[in-house]
């Protein structure tokens, strides 16, 4: 059974960077795609980054070119670097894996304030 947890959150001023880090436990050679996702009170889970085992990486376009995500797969770690951040980055940003066997996994979120 895989469990993933975040870690990196935190208050920044605009402009600032903040890197995340998700930990993933158990069976981790089971896990294919990892990914972040972020979610403000009231709206819906929304995708910010994904990256595959071989290390192919898609962005939300909101973020690209101000984020990156990364992967060490034999760690069963994510990061997501984000940089130049602004006020409507504040959220909570969850981690999340897709397993070989399709099945979907999620960890307990972190939150981003991004504020002067």
């Known amino acids: 059974q895989v469990q993933l947890v975040e870690s990196g959150g935190g208050l920044v001023q605009p402009g600032g960077s903040l890197r995340l880090s998700c930990g993933a436990s158990?069976?981790?050679?089971?896990?294919?795609?990892m990914g972040w996702y972020r979610q403000v009170p009231g709206k819906e889970r929304d995708l910010v980054a994904t990256?595959?085992?071989?290390?192919?990486?898609s962005y939300a376009d909101s973020v690209r070119g101000r984020f990156t995500i990364s992967r060490d797969s034999a760690k069963g770690t994510v990061f997501l670097q984000m940089n130049s951040l602004k006020p409507e980055d504040t959220a909570v940003y969850y981690c999340?894996?897709?397993?070989?066997?399709?099945?979907?996994?999620w960890g307990q979120g972190t939150q981003v304030t991004v504020s002067s």
């Open positions: 158990g069976t981790i050679f089971g896990i294919s795609v």
């Open positions: 990256i595959t085992r071989s290390g192919g990486s």
């Open positions: 999340n894996a897709v397993l070989l066997n399709s099945r979907v996994i």
